[in-house]
C-alpha cells in the first residue's frame, strides 16, 4: 500500500533528523503531533542539501545538487518519489502549500556553497535568506496551517529566528569552515585573525535577530510555541557560550552544549513556558 511506503519515507525523514540534530529533534517532538512530520520532512530535505556541498568531496557535488535539484521538482510535481526524503518532503510542500520560490531560494544558497563565493554584504544577505529565513518560513507555512494573514505577519519574525540560527552556526563552526571548507561568510571579515571587537560586533547584530524572533514566537499558535522556544532557548545558550568565549579559541575549538544541560534548559523552559514567563 501507499500508505506503507510514506510512512517507510517519513521514519527516514525522522531519522535522519534525530542523527544529526539533537536540538532540532527535541523542538520537534514539542510541537503538536500533527506538525511533527512535515517538519522532520523539511529538515531531512535541507539536511541532504546540505551534506552534499559539505560533505561529499570525493565525488561531483555539483552534478549531485543538480540532480536532487531536479528530483526535487519532479516529486512536488508528481507526489511521489522513489527518495524517501523528497516523497516526504513533497508531502508536506503539497500539502501546506510551501512556495516554490522558498524552495528555489534555499537551494540557490547551496549551490553558492559551490562556487567558493567572497561575500560582501550584499551576497551575506542573499545567503543567509537562501539557507536559513526561507527555511524558517517553510516552517511556518506548517505552523500557521494555511492562515495566510497569520502567515504574513510571522514572516519577518520567522526569517529572523533562522537568521539568528544560521549566524551562531557560523561562529560555531568557524574551525571547521575555514579548515576543510575554505569558506568564510561575514562579509569583510578575516576570520583567522579574528579580534574580539570584530567579534562583539557580529554577536551585536545576532542579539538583535534573537530579540525580534523572541516577539514572534510569543505570537505562534499554541501547536508550535514550545516547540519553537524551545529552539530558541537551547541556541540563545549556545550563542552565550560563545559570546563568553575568547575570539582565539573559538578559532580552535567547535563550542556546543552538552546533552545533558539541553534537557535541564526543556525542564526550566517548560516551567516559564506554564507560567507565561517566555523570555
Given at each position: 500500500m501507499k500508505s506503507l511506503f510514506d510512512e517507510v519515507a517519513i521514519k527516514c525523514s525522522r531519522l535522519t533528523t534525530r542523527s544529526y540534530s539533537t536540538s532540532f529533534s527535541l523542538g520537534i517532538q514539542l510541537l503538536g503531533k500533527e506538525l511533527r512530520d512535515p517538519v522532520y520532512a523539511i529538515y531531512g530535505f535541507v539536511r541532504f542539501a546540505d551534506e552534499i556541498v559539505d560533505t561529499f568531496h570525493d565525488y561531483n557535488k555539483e552534478e549531485l545538487l543538480t540532480?536532487?535539484?531536479?528530483?526535487?521538482?519532479?516529486?512536488?510535481?508528481?507526489?511521489?518519489?522513489?527518495?524517501?526524503?523528497?516523497?516526504?518532503?513533497?508531502?508536506?510542500?503539497?500539502?501546506?502549500?510551501?512556495?516554490?520560490?522558498?524552495?528555489?531560494?534555499?537551494?540557490?544558497?547551496?549551490?553558492?556553497?559551490?562556487?567558493?563565493?567572497?561575500?560582501?554584504?550584499?551576497?551575506?544577505?542573499?545567503?543567509?535568506?537562501?539557507?536559513?529565513?526561507?527555511?524558517?518560513?517553510?516552517?511556518?507555512?506548517?505552523?500557521?496551517?494555511?492562515?495566510?494573514?497569520?502567515?504574513?505577519?510571522?514572516?519577518?519574525?520567522?526569517?529572523?529566528?533562522?537568521?539568528?540560527?544560521?549566524?551562531?552556526?557560523?561562529?560555531?563552526?568557524?574551525?571547521?569552515?575555514?579548515?576543510?571548507?575554505?569558506?568564510?561568510?561575514?562579509?569583510?571579515?578575516?576570520?583567522e585573525s579574528l579580534d574580539e571587537q570584530t567579534k562583539s560586533e557580529i554577536e551585536q547584530d545576532i542579539e538583535k535577530d534573537f530579540n525580534k524572533a523572541l516577539i514572534g514566537i510569543k505570537k505562534l499558535p499554541q501547536t508550535s510555541q514550545f516547540g519553537v522556544y524551545i529552539a530558541y532557548v537551547y541556541y540563545y545558550a549556545l550563542f552565550k557560550k560563545i559570546q563568553a568565549t575568547p575570539s582565539r579559541s573559538i578559532l580552535k575549538q567547535r563550542i556546543r552544549i552538552p546533552n545533558n544541560k539541553k534537557y535541564g534548559m526543556l525542564v526550566g523552559s517548560y516551567l516559564r513556558y506554564r507560567l507565561n514567563l517566555i523570555r
Open positions: 540532480k536532487f535539484k531536479s528530483d526535487t521538482y519532479e516529486a512536488i510535481e508528481s507526489g511521489i518519489s522513489l527518495n524517501p526524503i523528497l516523497n516526504s518532503f513533497q508531502h508536506a510542500v503539497n500539502r501546506y502549500n510551501i512556495d516554490h520560490d522558498l524552495i528555489e531560494t534555499f537551494l540557490k544558497s547551496m549551490e553558492m556553497d559551490l562556487l567558493q563565493v567572497e561575500y560582501d554584504q550584499e551576497r551575506f544577505e542573499e545567503y543567509i535568506l537562501g539557507s536559513a529565513e526561507v527555511v524558517g518560513l517553510m516552517c511556518l507555512k506548517v505552523f500557521t496551517g494555511g492562515d495566510e494573514e497569520q502567515y504574513r505577519q510571522l514572516q519577518p519574525y520567522a526569517m529572523a529566528l533562522g537568521s539568528a540560527f544560521q549566524k551562531v552556526n557560523f561562529l560555531r563552526d568557524v574551525k571547521n569552515d575555514l579548515e576543510y571548507l575554505g569558506r568564510s561568510y561575514f562579509p569583510g571579515v578575516n576570520l
